[in-house]
């Protein structure tokens, strides 16, 4: 499994594809590869489980694509039933820069198939 082309996902992410991105990034897509399915995982580093600085960036970076899902590009900060939440756009740009942890390349091919670019 190979890190995703970090161009096409930062295309689907401003052409409006946060929804199906985040469902990538959780797991919850119908195109998501197996748990350990490839090495673009948060990668282990000695006495830990995981790197938890990616760690921390990819989840991060997953709560920006829900809230962008959630209530747009144009908005930072949120209420709804009483609970206030937030954009993370720097985490997102991080995530990008760190080779978007947690998806593959494979999983957005999958995906586009099923969902082509248009033209």
Not at 46 to 71: C, K, P, Q, T
Not at 97 to 117: F, M, N, R, S, T
Request: proline share 5%; glycine share 8%; charged share 30%.
């Amino acid at each position: 499994m190979s890190q995703p082309d970090v161009k096409l996902v930062e295309h689907l992410y401003s052409i409006g594809r946060a929804a199906d991105l985040y469902a990538l990034i959780t797991g919850d897509s119908p195109f998501t590869l197996p748990e350990g399915g490839g090495d673009n995982y948060p990668r282990r580093s000695e006495g830990r489980s995981f790197d938890e600085d990616e760690n921390y960036i990819r989840r991060m970076a997953e709560e920006h694509l829900w809230f962008v899902s959630e209530f747009g590009f144009d908005v930072t900060r949120a209420k709804r039933d009483e609970k206030f939440y937030s954009a993370y756009p720097d985490y997102f740009r991080k995530w990008l820069a760190i080779g978007c942890k947690g998806v593959h390349q494979e999983e957005i091919d999958a995906y586009l198939k099923e969902h082509p670019l248009k033209c």
